[in-house]
């Protein structure tokens, strides 16, 4: 029963990871190398707000997700929809966009790093114990984890409920054809990536209750989100779920009850056989 | 001559003359290189213990006119290159270094960093003192390096002194025989594991948990629910900064109720005993420092010039490695680098942490445990030094 109470706390840690991924290469098409840097900002937003202002870092998301919203709108207007009018095909467009994001992510370190410096950042927030069934668990991370589920069901509905979502949907499967149909596809993608850019931060701001962060634990976020939405299948945010629920369950599993040294080596494994068994992912479509 | 070519020659002269002071005001420096981790993995470290040292440093000597050498005072110049956190990057720093000529190289961040460059600064004929590295091939090395010197002591040293630290806790009655031990898999804390499993073991140590976690671990949820399930007396973890803080907080919300509790890198890193509070209390880790005014002072002078708070582990050590090369440059006069080498290993220096010696090319005192008591965190066991702090009991993590 512990097993799977921290192997599903940890899932959402996951899931929350790789939301904000899934959206901007699952469904805006772009991939995001910069993606765990951009957690890690809103990290060092909540962790900035919690020791300056003893803001609680749930308070700090109403601060720390229009601003990486607007931020990562920015970004896409100005430096990714110049990639996506030049790219002949899909594929020139992602080398485009990962050596660009690539060089984003360090820019995002050195500004990080000459803001804040280089040391560890870290503080207490509801580090206490709550029970599940007579067991202590840290509340951080069981509020972290009601905070991920509420955000992964709200996008959920959202993407499969409302017109928007629906036109989001549309510009993912298919953006020439989108475009026939009068959808702003410029506009849509846009949305999308900026969207992922606010839900990765908010994903910060909530690790950052118990995990300790400086300016350069961004590729650590990065590797796992793109595990997590490669595994899960492109293009549907319940593949990512399924997905990081699956790689917590057996992280915990393994670390209990066989070695947490073979942890690593469990989820790649996950990894590859996934791959093996559905190369487009748990949820993905073929490719064409 | 006519009008034009004269009033390009006057130009030309006006506008390189401050070019030509400058080159002169650079002679009239001493140059020293400094390497590190800006970025990567070391970074977070490299940002409390090394890199404010040598800005401190810097600004002290400066301050007070420069390095007193034969050839008059001389102003102090730092050359600054960032590694990344690789060890091909450090020895392309130090190589780049040697290439812009600079008088002296200081101590590069890290173990591995540190003995990746070793043949480098041997080969470039640059005297090495290094810091922050931890090792047990110091005889080896030195024997091989002739101008390498070894100022953070040996593994074995802190994995015996901390496993000593709990031996006498359950000599004396205070703790049962039973503990837990956890390390991170990777470098030091691989190393400190497998120095530790013997010692423990001769010490009439019952191990009854022993598990590796991988570096970057999300959750050490499991790994300390199932050394609590174990039901110890005593908790150690040959840790790593980001585990070492993951570690404690669990250990306070699964209430860990052990007596004594270890947990080797960090501990002694200000961020932690600003995220824990009073609940840090009694923990025991690698480091400590002998509390007296003139470290107090070093801390204090530490923050006001550099901004940043001084850990308590190797940044004491760090400043007195800084005041020994100090001194060696003003007696030697000059930067000469056999002077400097020969100087080192012939003499010893009045230092903040007392008499600093580097004789035999190691340092033959430092601290090894600390433990925080009442906000500071106290020395409780080392080399070469006798007098410690009392250990206290771990009561709970209020």
């Known amino acids: ?288 | 001559m006519d009008r034009r070519s004269v009033i390009k020659l006057v130009g030309a002269t006006a506008l390189s003359a401050p070019f030509a002071r400058v080159a002169r005001a650079q002679d009239a420096t001493v140059k020293i290189g400094v390497v590190g981790p800006r970025t990567g993995l070391m970074a977070s470290g490299a940002a409390v213990t090394h890199f404010p040292q040598f800005k401190l440093w810097e600004h002290e000597v400066n301050a007070r006119g420069g390095l007193k050498l034969k050839s008059g005072h001389k102003k102090v110049e730092l050359i600054e290159y960032d590694d990344r956190s690789q060890p091909g990057e450090t020895i392309k720093a130090v190589e780049r270094l040697a290439a812009d000529k600079v008088d002296f190289i200081m101590p590069i961040y890290g173990t591995g960093y540190n003995l990746a460059v070793a043949p480098v600064f041997d080969k470039l004929g640059y005297p090495q003192v290094t810091q922050a590295a931890v090792t047990d091939q110091i005889d080896t090395l030195t024997k091989r390096y002739p101008r390498l010197f070894i100022v953070q002591g040996s593994t074995t040293s802190y994995a015996s002194s901390a496993v000593g630290v709990l031996k006498k806790l359950k000599d004396d009655g205070k703790i049962g025989n039973k503990v837990a031990v956890v390390n991170v898999a990777d470098a030091f804390g691989i190393e400190l594991a497998n120095a530790g499993r013997g010692i423990f073991d001769k010490s009439g140590f019952e191990i009854v948990y022993d598990k590796s976690y991988p570096l970057g671990t999300q959750d050490l949820a499991p790994v300390m629910k199932s050394a609590k399930a174990a039901n110890p007396d005593a908790f150690v973890a040959w840790s790593y900064p980001p585990d070492t803080f993951g570690l404690a907080e669990l250990a306070k919300v699964e209430n860990l109720n052990v007596k004594a509790y270890y947990s080797a890198v960090a501990v002694a890193f200000p961020a932690f005993k600003k995220k824990f509070g009073s609940a840090i209390e009694n923990v025991l880790g690698c480091g400590g420092i002998q509390d007296s005014a003139e470290i107090r002072d070093f801390y204090k002078r530490h923050h006001d010039v550099t901004g940043v708070d001084a850990d308590y582990w190797a940044s004491p050590v760090y400043y007195s490695m800084l005041q020994m090369l100090t001194q060696t440059f003003e007696s030697v006069g000059a930067m000469d680098r056999e002077a400097i080498t020969a100087h080192l290993k012939s003499h010893t220096f009045k230092t903040i942490i007392g008499e600093m010696d580097v004789r035999k090319q190691k340092l033959t005192r430092y601290w090894t445990v600390g433990q925080w008591q009442d906000g500071t965190f106290h020395a409780v066991a080392g080399v070469g030094f006798t007098d410690f702090k009392p250990v206290r009991l771990k009561t709970g993590w209020a």
Not at chain 1, 10 to 39: D, H, K, P, T
Not at chain 1, 41 to 55: E, K, P, R, V
Not at chain 1, 68 to 78: C, E, G, K, R, S
Not at chain 1, 190 to 216: E, I, K, N, P, R
Request: proline share 3%; hydrophobic share 55%; charged share 10%.
């Open chain 1, 1 to 288: 029963m512990d097993v799977i109470i921290i192997g599903l706390l940890l899932g959402g840690n996951y899931a929350i990871m790789a939301m904000g991924l899934q959206l901007q290469y699952g469904v805006a098409r772009i991939m995001n190398l910069a993606s765990g840097e951009v957690l890690v900002c809103g990290a060092f937003g909540a962790i900035w707000l919690f020791t300056a202002y003893s803001l609680s870092p749930l308070l700090a998301l109403i601060g720390v997700v229009p601003a990486a919203f607007v931020v990562n709108w920015a970004i896409y207007w100005l430096m990714i929809l110049p990639l996506v009018k030049r790219a002949k095909t899909q594929g020139q467009l992602e080398v485009d966009c990962i050596l660009a994001t690539f060089g984003l992510s360090f820019m995002a370190i050195g500004i990080l790093l000459a803001m804040f410096g280089g040391e560890f950042l870290a503080y207490s927030y509801l580090a206490r114990p709550f029970e599940i069934l007579g067991q202590p668990y840290s509340l951080n991370r069981v509020v972290a984890f009601l905070c991920s589920t509420v955000l992964c069901v709200g996008l959920y509905l959202w993407l499969h409920h409302t017109r928007a979502g629906l036109t989001l949907r549309a510009v993912s499967v298919n953006p020439s054809a989108a475009g026939l149909v009068s959808i702003n596809v410029a506009r849509t993608s846009a949305l999308a990536f900026a969207l992922g850019g606010a839900v990765s931060a908010s994903g910060g701001a909530l690790l950052s209750m118990f995990l300790t962060f400086d300016a350069s634990t961004g590729v650590m976020f990065t590797m796992k989100a793109l595990v997590i939405v490669i595994m899960g299948g492109l293009g549907d945010i319940r593949g990512s779920i399924i997905a990081a629920f699956i790689l917590g369950l057996t992280e915990t599993a393994v670390a209990t009850y066989i070695d947490p040294g073979l942890t690593l080596a469990a989820a790649y494994v996950l990894f590859i056989v996934i791959l093996l068994v559905r190369p487009e992912g748990l949820l993905g479509r073929p490719s064409s």
